[in-house]
């Protein structure tokens, strides 16, 4: 550390005592020539030559090397030209007023020159920074994202000041992710977190931390959130060279910010684009569905129903089970198309339940009756509390979710059982509890109850079904407000699912609806 | 039959569908009419009306409610509604713009010709002398007011006997929540869909055997409610007893 800091320290001393040495070296290399000719030259002239080299020390290194150029061309002329020759007297009161007077104007003359040159950098370096922030803006109108925005911020510091900033990113549990591995002060460090929690001073602060010099902080967040911070060394200068750096700093970071508020209206508008997708993924699924399943099973559901009213078929026993295969069958086909249709609303976020006063009673009547075919094979027995409210639900959606519920109790459990629903009320809600005397569910089943699609590995081959039936029936209850549970003392005890769903707080007053 | 047969016009553009609804019909005595798009649908309506149409929603030239509007225009023809598994909000708007009632796609023939057998009752009702309404074991006398079940005289409140009134003018055929909530209360409970629900549970005590499981007053969910008059199929429920 110690010998790299020596050896730092010498290139420094370098590069500030190079100009001079040049400069005198300059003047050196000129005279020779000038030496040479000195019999040709009038020697009132030989000041003004010099002019040369100190013109082009004062514009290629500035004022100082340009004064020192000028004394050393003095001693020059003096030394080498005016007499006495070889020595620095000067005897000519004459000469002695030439020589001050080639002093004067070459200092004069190189103090414009080297202001001159201070200019032209100027221009050149701020031509060099606009020509940068052009390309960083045309970098970032590219950026798709947060992290091509990050990347494209730290290769443009990488090559405008020579060190890339540092980042204190905010991950999605809203910690800050620290800084690679760059040496940042501590107190650079606690100032990132304390903005990116939003506490302390917001968008912007300047820290000197001592050793490293000046560092800007500033807040990179959009509109609607803070996505971390961003911190850059300003380092050590003059006044004017910290605040000329600052300004540079600052510019890109507003650059920044535009862009930044340009992601998060794409990225609205992305979410927008990819919800309307769906809508219209939906509305075609639904459509195609409706039309290229539902017609022809309509066009076979109903003659099969034609079929089944001639009196010469109902007669022959042979025919008439036909008719009926065909009847259920088509009836089985028609409630996997209105399973899938149920999905496809659930999945593509089109559920918005019609929330209207209902009868628990007309739901699982309605549920059992619309279900007739698939519960024929079963005792179905259902028992209503004498005084129950009216639900605040969906009534077509709940009708679905029970009619799901009873055809899994069905297929489940034996043909002739029972299957036995029980509706009773408790305090501003309804619970209807639908058990079986079935195959039961294992504790490893129950967990898995809820995905869409399981289907207990034990009865996959054995009873038909898509698996959508208990995740169709839970998202509409879910929808509705209400809950759904399932309890099973084990395999063979049978399966009890119970439906909590909201209520009235009680019967609204009986008198009040009639006179 | 001496009497002349109603006629019926299909009106979807499925062929397979036309099929087998005019074998459904023609079997129970129906002269059948066709038309596979609402142009050619309409020009039959006006030119040869008649009795009973059979209007599929999804039709290609135009859509089945705008051709419903356009014969309401000036016709009072029981019209049946085929629908697509419409939403409920889709059914009240076809029943308020003047459908008789609608099936469901896939349906039964048995439920389509109950549908239409109740909605020509109701056409040409105005007609028959007969002002007492039957379902099952109930009879409604809709001059005299009466009500009686299996033959003794039923007591219902004034409001229990217009909700039981509307239902019986259109018996088999689904009568809205809107419309009932007119009926009834006209004033500024029409909103209160609460009170209709209670009201149906009260009538239900006194006039099903189980108002548990009702089988003469059925809830359409979402809709409104139908007084049944036919029988065929048996609740699920009622094999247990």
Redesign the interface.
Known sequence: MIAADNHQGSRALWRAASPVLLSVLGVALFTAPLLAFSRNVATSLVPIAYLIPVMFVATRWGIWPAMVASIAAMAAADFFFFAPLYSFRVDDPQEAVDLLLFLIVSMVSSNLASRLRQETERLRRSEKDMQALYDFSRRLASCFTIADLIAAIQEHFALAFGHPATFFVKRSDSNIEPPESRFVPPMVQAAATAMNSGVGPMSRTILDANRSGLWLLRAISSDDAIHGVIAVNVGIGSQQAIAIRTSRIEAILDETALTLQRLDIGKAMESARLHLQGQLLRDAFHGTLSHELCSPLAAIQGSASVLDSIPAIRSDPRIRALVDAISEETAQLGGYIRNLLSATRVTAGGLSPRLEWTDPRDILNGAARRRGRQLGAHRIEIAFADDLPLLHVDSGLIEEACGQILENAAKYSPSGSTISVDVRPEPERVIIRVSDQGVGITQDEQEKLGRRSFRGARHQASVPGSGLGFWIASIFVHANGGTISVHSEGQGQGTAVMIKLPAAASSPAMVACDE | MSKPANVVLLIDD?P??R???R??FE??GFDVLEAENATEALKIATFSPPDLIVLDL?LPDLHGAEVLERIRAWSNIPIIILS??A???DKVRLLQAGADDYVV??????ELLARSEASLRRYFKSTTETPVVVAGPLSVDLVTRTVSLNHSRLHL????YRLLHVLAMHVGLVVTHDQLLKEIWSGN?RD???????????LRQKIETDP???RLLI?E??VGYRLQNRFD?V???D??S
């Open positions: 499925e397979k569908i099929r087998f609804l074998a459904g079997l129970n999804a697509v598994a939403g409920e909000d796609k896939p349906f039964g023939m048995a409140t004034r409001k229990e409970q209160n869909i609460q009170y209709l629900r209670i009201l149906v549970r009260k548990n499981q009702p809830t969910s979402g199929s609740p699920v429920a094999r247990v």
